[in-house]
């Protein structure tokens, strides 16, 4: 297609005419020439008419009938086929002479080739066409200002870009109110600085849509002046960036947010390109490691390994270019400038192009040295500490043993004693204190025993009978056991056992020794005058829920979440208060219960009174 700013063939346009009485046709020269014939060959009406397209005959015969009949002018445009066999776009315009009377004479006009100009019309409708879709593709438009009118045109696209309907009226303070409010200003400066001192522009601010959206756009102006040289008017494009300007502000917040993670994180970082020499590095490494900025970049990072084959190593897992990328830690021994070494926990990675092809490689890496020292410190605290403790469990349980066998011979002595097989003890003072030998020793021999059991517990060396039990009777046989205590310290026992019980699959003397240790724990803290209650029904787990609950002084609230370790007790009165024990029962009652796989809970209320529940699941046997 060729350029329409090139120059043209002169246009061909001839005149005719048609004499009314005798049908005589006059064609010019030029008529000749576009019709593609011969000048001053024969012609005549109906051979002209054939000239037109078949298709536009009829009407050239309607024009000249209208003009000889009702002596009409007609102007029209059609299309006539050349001699060649081309088409051709005339254009023709006709008019009646009348004779003195009245009447026609002839008709005459003009015939013009408009071929080229409807030609040209038409590839520059085209190239705006394709002028007008470049802008959407581009979300670009363009616009006038004329400055004498204040005429403002947009086109299509700058109306899309705002949001509105094509077409719409707008006006050049319309156009400067779509910006932004805090960019309104801005605009009237450029508007001006173009007007009065003829300054071209271009800036980027907002403008808002109707619905509310902002939108970002790129506007350039620029200056035309008249023959006299005075501002005719202002012309520019107009341009939607919202996309490209809201990437460029997310770009810039992750650079800004890299650049404060990569200054202020307390890990040394190490950017390098593919060959491994060093590009970047954060002021921690430098911290860390002793070196400065410029006696680390540009060289490769062996200088930082205590030992040179470990930077081969690790070269060849994970920084070659081949190399799977990789982000699990692993440790290394690096060495500080002054040659002092530490262990380093680092992670290595590659960052490629799109494409895929590798950058370079980034190391972070953390010293760990004093936590490496802390857990073999701890580790070999805690193997010093489990020594110490099986040492405590194993002299506990011959401690134990070899108490209890004095303590068995004081408390069946005293026993006997006080029974007077071998005659009357004299004096009665006497009795009183064979008593409290026999009272004593029993307690002591209580507590050894809760010892015993706390380090068999802590020793691992307590192990389970499972078998079918009954549960009324072991719970029966453990109140009865208990019921002389009750009845000295003037406490009732009531027991509730659920009829869905039957039995229970577990050890029966643990279980026994749970119940014992918290009936005797109930009847011990309830004043006179109490109750201790004790249920038994069955648990959702097929297995069985033990609760005892008495009335009596309960525990501290602060002491709730502790009353459960070891040697721990909820009362420091309890001597004065004539309530002894070791701190022992509920940690063997909890250590028991969960050895079974069962749960402990405790509710308990100052002065209101203490319930303890007992969850022990089925076990197999």
């Not at 061909?12 to 064609?27: C, K, R």
């Not at 993670?261 to 970082?269: G, T, Y």
């Not at 262990?343 to 895929?356: A, K, L, Y």
Request: contains cysteine.
């Amino acid at each position: 297609m060729n350029d329409i700013s090139s120059g043209q063939t002169k246009p061909l346009i001839g005149h005719w005419e048609v004499m009314a009485d005798t049908g005589e046709l006059f064609w010019s020269d030029e008529i000749y020439a576009i019709h593609g014939l011969e000048v001053g060959g024969e012609i005549d009406i109906d051979a002209a008419i054939d000239a037109y397209h078949p298709d536009d005959r009829e009407l050239v015969a309607e024009y000249v009938r209208r003009a000889l009949e009702e002596k009409e002018s007609y102007q029209f445009e059609l299309r006539i086929v050349h001699s060649g066999g081309a088409i051709r776009n005339v254009r023709a315009t006709g008019a009646v002479k009348l004779h003195s009377n009245g009447e026609v004479c002839s008709i005459f006009g003009v015939f013009q080739d408009i071929t080229e100009a409807l030609l040209n019309e038409q590839r520059l409708a085209e190239r705006t066409e394709f002028l007008l879709q470049a802008e959407r593709l581009a979300n670009i438009g363009h616009w006038v200002v004329y400055s004498k009118s204040g005429e403002l045109f947009w086109s299509d696209e700058i109306y899309r870009i705002h949001g509105q309907k094509v077409g719409a009226d707008i006006d050049v303070n319309a156009a400067i109110d779509a910006y932004h409010p805090n960019d309104r200003d801005k605009v009237r400066e450029y508007v001006r600085l173009a007007l009065e001192e003829r300054q071209d522009y271009q800036f980027e601010l907002r403008i808002v849509r109707p619905d509310g959206e902002v939108r970002y756009v790129r506007s350039s102006g620029t200056v035309r002046l008249d023959a006299q040289g005075d501002v005719d008017s202002l012309f520019g494009i107009f341009q939607d960036v919202t996309e490209r300007t809201v990437i460029a502000k997310e770009l810039e917040r992750q650079r800004t947010l890299f650049e404060a993670v990569f200054r202020e994180s307390v890990d040394a970082i190490l950017i390098t390109d593919n060959e491994r020499n060093i590009l970047m590095t954060n002021p921690a490494l430098t911290r860390i490691y002793g070196y400065t900025e410029e006696e680390i970049v540009g060289r490769k990072p062996d200088f930082f390994y205590a030992d040179p084959e470990e930077f081969e190593r690790q070269g060849n897992i994970r920084y070659g270019k081949d190399s799977r990328e990789m982000h699990e830690p692993y440790e290394v021994r690096y060495k500080r400038k002054n040659g002092e070494e530490l262990i380093s926990e680092t992670v290595g990675t590659q960052f490629r192009e799109p494409d895929g092809e590798v950058m370079g490689f980034i190391a972070v890496s953390r010293d760990v040295t004093d936590r490496k020292n802390s857990e073999k410190a701890l580790i070999a605290a805690k193997e010093k500490a489990e020594y110490a403790n099986r040492a405590k469990s194993e002299f506990l349980a011959n401690m134990s043993h070899e108490l209890r066998t004095p303590l068995n011979a004081v408390i069946g002595f005293s026993q006997l004693m006080l029974e007077e097989i071998l005659g009357t003890i004299q004096p009665d003072k006497y009795r009183q204190y064979l008593g409290l030998i026999n009272q004593s020793g029993n307690h002591l021999l209580e507590m050894i025993s809760d010892i015993l059991d706390i380090a068999k517990v802590e020793s691992g060396e307590v192990s389970l009978d499972i078998e079918e039990i009954n549960v009324a009777e072991t719970v029966t046989s453990c109140v009865e056991l208990v019921r002389g205590r009750s009845k000295i310290a003037n406490v009732s026992l009531s027991v509730d056992i659920s009829d869905q019980i039957t039995s229970l699959c577990a050890d029966q003397r643990r279980i026994k020794q749970i119940l014992i240790n918290l009936l005797a724990n109930a009847i011990k803290f309830t004043p006179e005058g109490g109750n201790v209650h004790v249920t038994a029904d069955p648990a959702l787990n097929g297995g069985v829920v033990f609760r005892i609950a008495d009335t009596g002084i309960g525990i501290p609230a602060n002491k709730l979440l502790t009353i459960m370790d070891p040697f721990t007790q909820a009362h420091q009165d309890n001597l004065i208060s004539g309530v002894q024990g070791t701190g022992l029962g509920l940690s063997i009652v909890k250590s028991t219960v969960e050895l079974h796989g069962g749960q402990i809970s405790l509710n308990s209320e100052e002065g209101v009174g203490t319930t303890v529940t007992v969850e022990i699941p089925n076990r197999e046997i």
